[in-house]
């Protein structure tokens, strides 16, 4: 069965930092491009950053931009999403997603459905 699981989520003050990661079991991550999308309530989910399986392609949304860094460890299975500098305005449930196919252009590597797999998502809140 492929999974995806999110992890490091949390309630952060403005300004802080949060580290999540997006550990895939059931299949190897590495051949897969992933993504991280957020979603608020009453909003559409948003896609804010992805990387290809070999890491020569990273691309991210204007909202994230400069503060947030995606990058991933195949040994581990793993993809990351540093987190930095962060605003209320970040406050959302945050996923992962994964699928063989990537597109390498930001307006098709930040859409939902060029994904498959997808977790079921941390809770990440900034507030003082």
């Known amino acids: 069965q492929l999974q995806l699981v999110e992890s490091g989520g949390g309630l952060v003050q403005p300004g802080g930092s949060l580290r999540l990661s997006c550990r895939a079991s059931?299949?190897?991550?590495?051949?897969?491009?992933v993504g991280w999308f957020r979603q608020a309530p009453g909003k559409e989910r948003e896609g804010i950053a992805c990387i290809s399986s070999s890491s020569d392609s990273i691309n991210y949304s204007d909202s994230v931009k400069g503060r947030f860094t995606i990058s991933r460890e195949n040994a581990n299975n793993t993809v990351y999403l540093q987190m930095n500098s962060l605003e209320p305005e970040d406050t959302a449930t945050y996923y992962c997603?994964?699928?063989?196919?990537?597109?390498?252009?930001?307006?098709?590597?930040?859409?939902?459905?060029?994904?498959?797999?997808w977790g079921q998502g941390t809770q990440v809140t900034v507030s003082s």
């Open positions: 059931g299949f190897d991550l590495t051949y897969y491009g």
């Open positions: 997603a994964a699928d063989r196919t990537y597109y390498s252009a930001t307006m098709w590597c930040t859409r939902p459905e060029m994904y498959n797999v």
